[in-house]
């Protein structure tokens, strides 16, 4: 039985449900919808970014408004142009099967003239930017003196914004008998002085806690000295083949720099930010959700909105001047239940901040080293290897290999793998023993906190282990997991990177024949566990018989260049570049770094000052 169901929805709205896939409520939606239909209430609910806020105020609201009446009867205020498009989509998703009900997007960058017309025309309810809106009551060319229900979504993030005069203006222009319905992720200051004019003894309902971050995604953190900020970056989506990613930047310049240099260095990457004309926005927004962009960099303003499912990590390549910003980028991943990473690149000076978010997200970070060279090249292949096993045949091929084998006539199987792999191997090796390390600089706040094994790992031992995210673990599960089934203490299992299909982790050296001999004569849903030791100084991988050798490579560092050789560059200065031949999976490596910004980072722990409003 579909337990929304259970809800209390109609008919159509639960036929509408069963289109759209969706299985059982989310936590919001099964406190708020059963709330929201039973009685005609004001309401606040503090919940995460990707929680089905939508849905929880969407389905009530819908069965709520008279499709008889053409008049407005709800208006729902968002903060960005692409969450109002957004929800007027899926409020026309939900009520596809009540008839006469008609949802009209209010937003700016479109004409003006033409939103007026539509509204004109009927309609119940009005999903709307507070600029816009306030610009349309301005000339007269909308009515909500009459709603029933208003709505104010991702309202900390409109605040933020700057729309505090312009959320006053339009609340004052609506009756005092209306249900409001606030929904937000956070509770700041200006929130509750919201919630408080304009609201009469609101029901609050809150999932999970107060402020904090979501339980589904996990952050770890990076130390790099300034000028390294954009080669780390560049290494951290190298260690991460299947990244799905958006990179926050604090500015628009740096925004478009960050992006300009990711795409000149072959990376599938484009820029989102306040000075795309709305066309350009929607053109990259539309290729971010097909995957053909692995790389959104985005400011905080303009990724306000972005709902895109199956983000694989958050990218902080610079920190935000305030805490409360830190849980809405985090909430880009991680959603609907998925698991996601949220990553730092911080410097000595900035470290205090990362104190300062977990005081607010009450979860810890995971400090953590950018990957060697010969890591990189070990996930890398395998990675490919992976890829190769899971490749389906189209025996359309059958038809070429007579050629082909006569061209790798006398290869045996061996002689073929290794071939076929330093391909991909032989690129990456060349361009590693350029550079230099980057993962040499100490935290003094992980010594401080007792964990300073971690950064000196002398004695202890990195394994190899063929589970991944794609059995549903992130680092932090993992950890647990492998701490439960070796009966290990809290800190003997560290250093845990998790990707697709495999994950590396580490323990002191005394407890490696217990790793071996436990892990290897265990099984996780059928399929066997396979745990070998790492060998990174010298490259290869061996496991506990001393299979497999070393691997002929060199300690470096760095970064594989994607762009194809010979093809020019729009390196606007004259440093020289190290460039390697374009892989799949469209990461480059570079040995450039870029300009470090100059604006403060420093958090303010006061209560902020009320902003004009930013484009």
Not at 8 to 23: M, Q, T, V
Not at 360 to 387: M, R, V
Not at 413 to 436: C, G, P
Request: neutral net charge; aromatic residues 6%; hydrophobic residues 35%.
């Amino acid at each position: 039985m579909n337990k929304f169901e259970q809800l209390g929805l109609n008919e159509s709205l639960l036929k509408a449900i069963l289109d759209l896939g969706f299985e059982n409520p989310s936590d919001v939606q099964e406190k708020a919808i059963p709330l929201l239909l039973e009685k005609d209430t004001d309401m606040v609910a503090l919940a995460q970014t990707g929680t089905g806020k939508t849905a929880a105020f969407g389905f009530p609201l819908i069965q709520k408004i008279d499709a008889d009446n053409r008049n407005t009867q709800a208006l729902v205020l968002s903060p960005t142009r692409e969450l109002c498009l957004q929800i007027t989509n899926e409020l026309k998703n939900y009520s596809k099967y009540e008839k006469g009900i008609n949802v009209v997007a209010v937003y700016g960058g479109a004409s003006i003239t033409e939103q007026a017309r539509e509204i004109k025309r009927g309609a119940q309810i009005i999903v709307a930017t507070p600029g816009r809106m306030q610009d349309m009551i301005n000339r007269g060319l909308v009515n909500i003196k009459n709603i029933d229900y208003c709505v104010l979504d991702e309202a900390d993030e409109m605040l933020n914004m700057g729309f505090y005069d312009d959320i006053c203006s339009i609340l004052s222009d609506t009756p005092d008998e209306k249900s409001t319905w606030l929904f937000s992720a956070t509770m700041p200051q200006e929130v509750a002085r919201i919630a408080k004019q304009f609201m009469s003894e609101p029901v609050e309902i809150t999932v999970g806690t107060k402020n904090s971050g979501s339980a589904t995604v996990s952050h770890e953190f990076y130390l790099v000295n300034a000028r390294d900020r954009y080669e780390a970056l560049k290494r951290l989506a190298d260690a991460n083949p299947d990244i799905f990613s958006v990179v926050f930047c604090r500015t628009k310049r740096d925004t478009q720099a960050v992006a300009e240099k990711l795409i000149e260095d072959g990376y599938s990457a484009a820029a989102l930010h306040g000075d795309l004309s709305q066309a350009q926005r929607d053109g990259v927004m539309k290729s971010f959700r097909g995957r053909q962009i692995q790389m959104l960099v985005a400011t905080d303003v303009a990724a306000r909105g972005i709902d895109v499912d199956n983000v694989t990590h958050v990218v902080n390549y610079q920190l935000p001047d305030e805490v409360e910003t830190y849980n809405h980028r985090s909430g880009r991943t991680g959603r609907a239940g998925k698991l996601g990473t949220s990553i730092v690149i911080v410097t000595k000076s900035e470290l205090r901040k990362i104190s300062a978010i977990e005081r607010i997200i009450k979860q810890k970070f995971e400090e953590k080293t950018i990957p060697s060279g010969i890591e990189i090249c070990e996930i890398q292949l395998l990675h490919l290897a992976n890829k190769i096993k899971d490749t389906e045949v189209d025996h359309e091929i059958d038809n070429y290999l007579p050629a082909i084998n006569e061209v790798l006539e006398g290869l045996s199987k061996e002689e073929l793998i290794k071939k076929m792999v330093s391909v991909e191997f032989n690129r990456f090796i060349s361009y590693y023993k350029k550079n230099r390390d980057l993962s040499s600089q100490s935290s003094d706040r992980r010594e401080r906190e007792g964990g300073a094994r971690e950064a000196n790992t002398t004695g202890a031992v990195r394994y190899f282990v063929n589970i991944g995210s794609r059995d549903n673990f992130d680092w932090m599960s993992l950890k647990d997991y492998l701490k439960e089934t070796l009966d290990l203490g809290r800190d003997d299992v560290f250093k845990v990177d998790v990707k697709e299909g495999f994950s590396f982790f580490n323990t002191d050296a005394e407890h490696t024949d217990k790793v071996m001999e436990v892990l290897n004569n265990v099984q996780l849903e059928g399929r066997r566990i396979n745990v070998e030791i790492s060998k990174n100084d010298g490259g290869g991988r061996r496991d506990h018989n001393n299979r497999g050798g070393r691997r002929d490579a060199g300690r470096r560092e760095g970064g594989f260049s994607s762009r194809r050789e010979g093809a020019p560059r729009s390196d606007r200065g004259s440093r020289e570049r190290s460039a390697a031949p374009r892989r799949e999976g469209g990461f480059s490596r570079n040995e450039s770094a870029p300009r470090s910004s100059r604006r403060s980072d420093s958090f303010s722990d006061s209560p902020r000052p009320r902003r004009t409003r930013r484009d």
